[in-house]
């Protein structure tokens, strides 16, 4: 009866990701690796998913800033899955939405910086996303703009 029991609780279980939309497997994609704009001028490296969570770890590199250079690491980004009617499924298929958020304070808070990019995960595991910074310093410099639209590739 027990067995009986929590296989019909597994089931159950299983049926409710699969039509809640959510993710009951360690997906494939985002591929981890390093991404490098076509400009050379950014770079994330994709450390760690979770599927579950469609969160990203990684590193956020740029060559340049209003103070020059800068890297960001940890929890850097996110993605979210949408049903592919071509493939007949809803997850770890491309392309998907993706984005990544990083901002650069240093102790004391001088300034603050922030680089937003968002955009989709190709089939061809390349990431096509716009971006855009903010720059806040203590002198009341407020600076926006646009990073462009890039393809990052490994």
Same mark, same amino acid.
């Given at each position: 009866?027990?067995?009986?029991? *929590?296989?019909?609780?597994? /089931?159950?279980?299983? +049926?409710?990701?699969? /039509?809640? &939309? &959510? +993710?009951? /497997? ?16 950014? *770079? ?14 990684? =590193? ?6 209003? =103070?020059?250079?800068?890297? !960001?690491? %940890?929890?850097? %980004?996110?993605?979210?899955? =949408?049903?592919?009617?071509? !493939? &007949? ?51 009341? +410099? ?6 462009? *639209? ?5």
């Amino acid at each position: 009866m027990n067995r009986i029991y *929590t296989l019909c609780l597994s /089931f159950a279980l299983a +049926v409710i990701i699969l /039509f809640s &939309g &959510g +993710v009951a /497997f360690a997906s494939k994609l985002p591929e981890l690796g390093t991404y490098v704009s076509e400009d050379n001028n950014f *770079t994330i490296e994709i450390i760690d998913t979770d599927s579950r969570i469609g969160q990203i770890t990684g =590193v956020y590199r740029t060559t340049y800033s209003p =103070v020059g250079s800068f890297t !960001k690491s %940890g929890n850097i %980004g996110s993605f979210s899955w =949408v049903t592919n009617q071509e !493939k &007949g499924r809803c997850c770890d298929t491309a392309p998907f939405s993706i984005g990544f958020t990083v901002i650069e304070r240093p102790s004391g808070w001088p300034y603050a910086i922030r680089d937003t990019w968002a955009g989709a995960y190709q089939e061809n595991n390349s990431l096509l996303m716009g971006g855009v910074r903010s720059y806040v310093n203590d002198e009341a +410099v407020v600076e926006v703009s646009s990073l462009g *639209t890039l393809t990052f590739s490994k």
